[in-house]
């Protein structure tokens, strides 16, 4: 009959065990903080929300915040972070297949849209760590990093989606991935300040798809030489 390794060797397996449940106990005080950053941010703005007000929306005290950050700054550089690569494998997960699609243009707005954020919350709280950060070197570095590591990876996904769908860029992916995150950003910030109005919402559409459009061309075709 098949033992367990657990029950052949029950020491090692306590150790394990005992181990891991620190780690795993820290994981999940971090992603409350950081849920309780995000609430805590968008409500009432980076500046204002504190240290106790946050560790309160989480069911902390302040040493479970300060045994995981510093300060807020560093609070917000992980939910940037969590945030960023949630969006990000959103993104990848829904441009893998372009060239099965009849317009891969098209498609990849279409699956743009379908991943990029809009809500008000992130809209809010990523505007507000900017207005801070132009106010402050230090954030201002930091959201510089984040921001450098966020488009380095665009970057690297537009091209692999580019080259997925058999389209060759008409100017380099980071110059489009810069421009697109403009577009989005402003259009988003622009449609969370203007929630009533249609246009504004209807709007990163077109001009996600003219901006694709121009950027992109169709590979020429293979030239064949008559045959003397």
């Not at 029950?10 to 971090?30: K, N």
């Not at 009849?102 to 699956?111: F, I, L, Q, Y």
């Not at 990876?153 to 996904?157: E, P, S, V």
């Given at each position: 009959m098949p033992t367990s390794d657990a029950h052949l060797y029950?020491?090692?397996?306590?150790?394990?065990?005992?181990?891991?449940?620190?780690?795993?106990?820290?994981?999940?005080?971090?992603e409350r903080l950081l849920d309780a950053a995000l609430s805590a941010f968008a409500e009432q703005g980076f500046a204002a929300a504190s240290v106790e007000d946050i560790c309160s929306r989480g069911g902390f005290t302040r040493g479970a915040f300060y045994s995981s950050f510093r300060t807020?700054?560093?609070l917000f550089a992980a939910l940037f972070d969590r945030e960023v690569?949630?969006?990000?494998?959103?993104?990848?997960?829904?441009?893998?297949?372009l060239a099965d699609e009849?317009?891969?243009?098209?498609?990849?707005?279409?699956?743009c849209l379908g991943a990029f954020r809009r809500d008000r919350t992130w809209t809010l709280v990523n505007t507000?760590?900017?207005?801070?950060?132009a106010r402050h070197p230090e954030a201002a570095a930091l959201l510089h990093r984040h921001r450098a590591g966020l488009h380095a990876?665009?970057?690297?996904?537009i091209d692999r989606a580019a080259a997925d769908a058999g389209v060759q860029l008409v100017l380099p992916a980071?110059?489009?991935?810069?421009?697109?995150?403009?577009?989005h950003d402003g259009l988003?910030?622009?449609?969370?300040?203007?929630?009533?109005?249609?246009?504004?919402a209807e709007l990163e559409r077109p001009a996600l798809l003219l901006l694709l459009r121009a950027a992109v061309t169709s590979p020429a075709p293979a030239t064949h030489l008559p045959e003397s």
């Open positions: 029950p020491i090692q397996s306590c150790i394990v065990s005992d181990v891991g449940r620190p780690r795993r106990r820290r994981e999940a005080t971090v807020k700054d560093e690569r949630r969006e990000l494998a959103r993104l990848e997960e829904l441009l893998t297949g009849p317009d891969p243009v098209a498609a990849a707005v279409e699956r507000e760590y900017a207005l801070h950060a990876q665009l970057t690297a996904l980071g110059q489009l991935a810069r421009t697109v995150s403009a577009l988003t910030l622009l449609q969370v300040s203007q929630p009533d109005d249609d246009e504004v």
